[in-house]
């Protein structure tokens, strides 16, 4: 079971981006800007790690329909509760390493927010079973943080600290884009280089992109 699971999921995960500060919002919409410029109306997509629907309830107008699944379901209700009658949109608990889809049921795969390495598990198992469920010539997005980010992410955390959303950053292993909390919340970054060698090692086709001085997004076409 996973920290956000555990510790942050449903009303308290809402809350974490309630306190975004300015900076932080400004990377937040900037990711779903550039996920939106891929999309088309005609669209099937899954999120991984879609927790109360952030993401989906955006992307919502932009395609034919979204899933998102989270392995926690007071997030799942809570989104199923925001999105209401929205056709659009459906929740599902699941893993993201064993999806319940057919191979190529989807026109893309949405992972951002760092969700790569937020997850805590193999990366290129995470990949592989994105681009399992993904038609040929549809597409992975996932992204991470630019290390030019590292002083807005955080004093973000910092904040989810202060009010308790998380346990007391230890600052002694924090640091190399790395943010470690006396509760047990780790999570590190991916940088586009760690990106083109993933990729590399699995010979897959894939655009590296900075966006908003924020994030680092990689697109994944299956070939």
């Not at 996932?142 to 004093?155: N, T």
Request: glycine share 10%; charged share 20%.
């Amino acid at each position: 079971m996973s920290y956000y699971t555990r510790h942050l999921s449903g009303e308290r995960l809402q809350m974490v981006y309630a306190l975004a500060p300015p900076r932080v919002r400004q990377y937040l919409e900037a990711e779903i800007a550039f996920v939106a410029g891929w999309l088309e109306s005609h669209h099937e997509v899954l999120e991984l790690g879609c927790g109360y629907g952030r993401v989906m309830l955006k992307l919502a107008a932009k395609v034919h329909r979204i899933i998102g699944v989270d392995t926690a379901p007071a997030s799942l209700e809570l989104g199923r509760q925001l999105a209401g009658l929205n056709s659009h949109l459906d929740f599902l608990e699941m893993d993201a390493l064993g999806l319940s889809f057919q191979d190529g049921a989807f026109d893309a795969v949405v992972c951002i927010q760092n969700g790569i390495c937020a997850f805590g598990v193999d990366r290129e198992k995470l990949v592989l079973e994105a681009l399992r469920v993904t038609r040929r010539g549809g597409f992975a997005i996932m992204s991470s943080y630019a290390p030019g980010f590292w002083p807005h992410r955080l004093e973000w955390f910092e904040v989810q600290a202060r009010d308790g959303l998380l346990g007391p950053i230890d600052h002694e292993q924090t640091g190399d884009g790395v943010i470690v909390c006396k509760d047990g919340f780790r999570a590190g970054a991916m940088t586009a280089e760690e990106f083109r060698s993933l990729c590399a090692r699995l010979r897959l086709h894939h655009e590296i992109t900075e966006v908003d001085g924020s994030s680092i997004f990689c697109v994944i076409i299956k070939a």
